[in-house]
């Protein structure tokens, strides 16, 4: 599950674009298991999706199903609901909040 308190969405994206331009292996993200770059792929394609259905008009539970779906690979037997509620709190209070993006989302000093 990608934490959003303290990191920018699209700060996010654009790491995760950066990592993938990086020849590698395995990648030993800072939480997680190790992944495969196939493995890589396949997390960064269900938050693409997120993201990219939190910025549409779909519902909040269309958004967490399409995390949930996208990323069942990595989502421990168990932690299902869990993630869920994570999902729709991040969906709601820092993805579709501007107020949250304004605190989130500044510009990088020089």
Same mark, same amino acid.
């Given at each position: 599950?990608?934490?959003f %308190?303290?990191?920018?969405?699209?700060?996010?994206r654009?790491a995760?674009g950066?990592? *993938?331009?990086t020849?590698?292996?395995?990648?030993?993200?800072?939480?997680?298991?190790?992944?495969?770059?196939?493995?890589f792929t396949?997390?960064?394609a269900?938050f693409?999706?997120?993201?990219d259905?939190?910025?549409?008009?779909a519902?909040?539970?269309t958004?967490v *199903?399409?995390w949930?779906t996208g990323?069942?690979?990595f989502i421990?037997?168990?932690?299902?609901?869990r993630? %869920?509620e994570?999902?729709a709190?991040?969906t709601t209070?820092i993805?579709r909040?501007?107020d949250a993006?304004?605190?989130?989302?500044?510009?990088?000093?020089?």
């Amino acid at each position: 599950m990608p934490f959003f %308190d303290t990191g920018c969405p699209d700060g996010w994206r654009a790491a995760l674009g950066e990592i *993938a331009a990086t020849p590698f292996e395995r990648l030993v993200p800072g939480h997680g298991d190790t992944m495969t770059r196939e493995q890589f792929t396949a997390w960064r394609a269900a938050f693409d999706a997120w993201l990219d259905c939190a910025a549409s008009p779909a519902d909040v539970a269309t958004c967490v *199903a399409t995390w949930r779906t996208g990323a069942a690979a990595f989502i421990a037997p168990g932690d299902e609901a869990r993630i %869920d509620e994570y999902a729709a709190y991040y969906t709601t209070e820092i993805l579709r909040s501007p107020d949250a993006r304004d605190r989130f989302c500044r510009p990088l000093a020089p």
